[in-house]
């Protein structure tokens, strides 16, 4: 009996002390057959008494093959456990552990091992015998695990990874302790980018958790893309703190992570597709909860900050130098979200596409925004500030230092559960823009110094409002200068509705300098200019002036005011030489000023142009098609010579000097014009330098204008016309010419021969106007007045002829600047008389002559008797009444044996 268990023992010692000689064997020629072609394994140590296990030195390779390299492999296993049913691993540390997975074809190695030919079998598979075992007792657990100098590598798919361990570590993993935390820490390289992770988990009670910190650094992103996007190039820094939680009866998960994700130097190419990016990182917080695969909430705080990026597609780009966004977003299931805090800052962003592009110089920017449904979204943005803003299409810019917004609000209905709501709520208390520039081609067309609106709201498409619209220094360019300037516009109370009516309740303009220089053809050439620079697109000649529906767009101003110092600079090529002055309007305002009315506009005007001043008031009906109303204007002062352009372009005559005052007013209804003006000429002297016109002119008037000046100039030197003012729109030669013909037929002739008749009376019945200037000429006056008639063959004036004397020197001293002819006429009623004298003085003579001698002295004698009687006139007048000799003027007297007109002295002017 001894000597069996003798042997018994023995043989058990020789048993253990062969088995790990035999399994070393025995996992050599495994590794031979199954790829291996070297294989080694220095030793298996098995300690029975203390249950530690020791592999030495395993080695595997084969031509192209991953190596398998196990330098050292040890177990402790606690033999005190065994007796609970339960396997207990105290520690298992690997050292020098160098192994790579690789798919090759169809085979899949495992370092020299073919995995794929290990689950292959020449004869088919018994089906597998249904079996009531029961569940084992026996349970497992891991102290620590511990990894020394671990080189893992993989090529699947196209894709080559490799891990690197220096240090790895797992702890306290047991099957029966589901409360036991466990720990995995690992120190490392994960395709060369240094990696550390430390973890504790609760992965087996119903109620799971776990925390995971891992720090990543330069890690390839295109390693693991480079299969699907192989030119995709960028690297990753990870810093996170991950904690999550799981219970599996409520179904709920929870995840909380916090730390930072950081993507550099990006690049990718995909067709015409070229994206390039120096740094895109985020840090903050999530805390994520998913209630059986659907989320619950999500919560996160961070920071996005992008440097550095460049996008090219097609013609279009985008860069961006620096982006900084901050924000916090609550999100509830798929229908609450709230993100608050928002702060987005920019800079150096350029957008461009074709030849249009966007460029902003920075952008910051705080804002929130909510919505309890998805259906109506609620934004609001404290403030908004840009700089430095380039809008560019072709070859125009729009430049803007600056625009800054503050406390607005937006609200946006995208379901249809709010029908109550409009589409769109949009409430801009304020907006600032300054600095703003339109140019063309390098040339400045529109620039205004400073914008701002003010209580600015949106209600969907059908009203907008604004409370007030302030624009300082507004320049508009022109020819080689400045078209127009304005110091301040401001309009209050805008309102559009129905993108059809613009309603202004006060348009204020003040201070402003404009010029209008008027070409050759009598366009404006600022105006040209800067239509020329306008860029134009496809449609622009269509009229735009109709709304949606056919109907035309409505613009109402209750009052439009200018005030201040707006000067007026005109220049008029149109007429030779150039007209020129400047004008300086100090006031105008008009009221209830609407295009969709047919109601009276009132006006007011008051301006200035030198010494001379304008005032007008009244109303009109601008917008009814009959232009019905009134009017009440006044000029003073006007300097005459200044407008000698325009009347020798229209008369032929040119203002030497003179001043006008003029006062009209009148009214239009249905379409007839009826008013008066009266005028007061002050000095006035002219000059005939355009014959042609000038005789058009004069026959209007049926006088040379001097002649008419002649008789209405007073003492002073003024002359005073009242001219009515009358006619029809529909008139197709209504216009200026109208006018001049006024002035001339009903103003100067009118008034000439009104005043003739008046100063004269009751001698002026027989005033006559020569109707044809040949004849006018002939005559030696273009005025008859009634002639002095005399009893045939006398010189004496009769008593009523004196008092036609006293009457013509009176008027005559009046008006300091009239002449006179004064002509004397012999006819045949002075002939028997005269006839008689002759032959009566024949018959004193020592030789009387012949009769037919005696004819001849006829004629002379009535020539001396004309010439007597023009003498007598004159004489009447000037020794008599006091005329200035020098204003009277004695024609060749005339012998006319064919009329039949009384003895008389014709007088002309």
């Known amino acids: 009996m001894l000597r069996f268990f003798l042997i018994s023992i023995v043989t058990l010692a020789l048993l253990f002390h062969s088995v790990p000689y035999l399994v070393r064997d025995q996992v050599v020629v495994w590794l031979l057959n199954n790829g291996a072609e070297q294989a080694e394994l220095k030793a298996i140590k098995v300690n029975w008494f203390t249950g530690h296990i020791l592999i030495d030195g395993l080695k595997a390779s084969a031509p192209d093959k991953p190596a398998l390299v196990v330098d050292q492999l040890s177990v402790d296993l606690d033999y005190s456990q065994l007796k609970d049913e339960k396997i207990v691993l105290t520690a298992v540390e690997l050292m020098g552990i160098n192994l790579g997975l690789r798919e090759q074809g169809e085979s899949l190695w495992l370092g020299p091992i073919d995995l794929n030919g290990l689950t292959q079998s020449d004869s088919p598979a018994e089906p597998e015998e249904e079996t009531d075992d029961e569940p084992s007792n026996w349970s497992f657990g891991l102290a620590e695990l511990r990894l020394t100098d671990i080189k893992w590598s993989a090529d699947i798919a196209g894709q080559k990874h490799q891990l690197q361990l220096k240090t790895g570590r797992v702890a306290d993993f047991y099957l029966w302790d589901q409360n036991q935390l466990v720990s995995i820490d690992l120190d490392g390289k994960l395709n060369n980018a240094p990696i550390t992770l430390s973890s504790s988990s609760l992965p087996l009670p119903e109620e799971k958790s776990s925390e995971l910190k891992v720090k990543l650094e330069n890690f390839p992103l295109h390693s693991v893309t480079g299969v699907f996007l192989p030119t995709l190039r960028a690297h990753i820094d990870l810093d996170l703190n991950i904690k999550a939680q799981s219970n599996i009866g409520s179904h709920l998960t929870n995840v909380v992570q916090n730390g930072s994700i950081r993507v550099r130097n990006l690049a990718f190419e995909q067709d015409d597709l070229k994206i390039n990016e120096q740094s895109l990182a985020w840090s903050g917080s999530v805390n994520l909860a998913l209630l059986k695969s659907e989320l619950k909430s999500l919560n996160t705080k961070g920071k996005l900050a992008v440097k550095g990026v460049n996008l090219t597609q097609a013609g279009s780009q985008l860069s961006l130098d620096d982006l900084q966004l901050n924000s916090v977003i609550n999100l509830q299931g798929l229908k609450q979200l709230n993100v608050s805090d928002l702060a987005l800052n920019l800079s150096k962003l350029k957008l461009s596409q074709a030849d249009q592009a966007v460029n902003i110089d920075a952008l910051d920017l705080t804002a929130s925004a909510e919505t309890a449904d998805m259906d109506v979204w609620k934004v609001s943005v404290p403030s908004l500030n840009l700089t430095d803003v380039g809008l560019s299409a072709a070859d125009a810019l729009i430049s803007i230092k600056g625009v800054a917004l503050a406390s607005a609000s937006l609200q946006h209905k995208l379901g249809s559960e709010a029908e109550n709501l409009p589409e769109l709520q949009l409430s801009v208390p304020k907006l600032d823009v300054t600095d703003v520039d339109l140019s063309v081609s390098g040339d400045s067309l529109v620039s205004v110094k400073g914008l701002t609106l003010a209580s600015a709201s949106l209600q969907g498409l059908d009203q907008m409002t604004l409370a007030e619209l302030n624009t300082e220094q507004l320049k508009v360019a022109g020819d080689g200068g400045v078209f127009t300037q304005w110091k301040g516009i401001r309009a209050k109370k805008i309102q559009l509705n129905q993108l059809q009516t613009l309603s202004i309740n006060q348009l204020l303009l003040n201070d402003s300098q404009t010029r209008l220089h008027l070409t050759s053809t009598r366009s404006l050439s600022d105006l040209d200019w800067l239509l020329a620079h306008v860029p134009s697109s496809k449609g622009d000649s269509e009229s735009k002036s109709t709304a949606a529906g056919g109907k035309p767009f409505r613009v109402k101003l209750n009052q439009v005011l200018l ?94 000097s003179g001043q006008l005052t003029l006062t ?97 009376q009751p001698f002026g019945a027989l005033i006559s106007i020569s109707q044809m200037v040949m004849d006018a000429q002939d005559k030696g006056s273009f005025i008859k007045l009634q002639p002095v008639f005399f009893s045939p063959a006398q010189t004496t004036l009769s008593s009523e002829s004196k008092l036609y004397m006293a009457k013509l020197a009176e008027m005559m001293n009046e008006r300091k600047g009239m002449r006179m002819n004064i002509c004397g006429l012999a006819v045949i009623a002075d002939k028997p008389a005269i006839w008689e004298q002759l032959q009566a003085e024949n018959k004193e003579r020592d030789k009387p002559v012949d009769e037919e001698i005696l004819l001849l002295e006829l004629e ?50």
Request: a neutral charge; charged letters at 25%; proline letters at 4%.
């Open 860 to 909: 002379p004698a009535l020539q001396a008797l004309a010439q007597e009687r023009s003498d007598a006139v004159k004489s009447e007048l000037s020794d008599k009444q006091g005329v200035d000799i020098e204003r009277l003027f004695s024609c060749y007297p005339k012998v006319d044996l064919q009329t039949k007109e009384k003895p008389q002295v014709t007088l002309g002017l």
């Open 664 to 760: 009209t007013k009148g009214s239009i209804k249905d379409r007839k014009l009826d008013g008066d003006s009266d005028i007061r000429l002050n000095k006035l002297e002219v000059e005939a330098r355009n014959n042609k016109r000038s005789g058009e002119f004069d026959k209007k008037v049926s006088m040379p204008l001097g002649t008419a000046i002649m008789i209405l100039q007073d003492n002073d030197n003024n002359i005073d016309l009242q001219i009515p003012l009358d006619g029809s729109l529909d008139d197709p030669k209504f216009g200026y010419q109208t006018v001049i013909n006024k002035l001339a037929g009903k103003g100067l002739k009118n008034a000439a021969m009104g005043y003739l008749t008046k100063a004269l």
């Open 563 to 656: 005030s201040g110092n707006n000067q007026v600079s005109v220049v008029d090529q149109g007429v030779k030489p150039a007209f020129k002055t400047k004008l300086d309007i100090s006031k105008i305002n008009l009221r209830s000023l609407d295009t969709g009315s047919k109601g009276e506009t009132s006006f007011e005007l008051a301006a200035k142009s030198k010494f001379s001043t304008i005032t007008a008031k009244g109303a009109m009906e601008l917008f009814s098609g009959n232009y019905g109303g009134h009017w009440d204007a006044v000029i003073k002062g006007l300097e005459l010579p200044e407008v000698s352009p325009y009347s020798l372009e229209y008369t032929g005559y040119y203002l030497q």
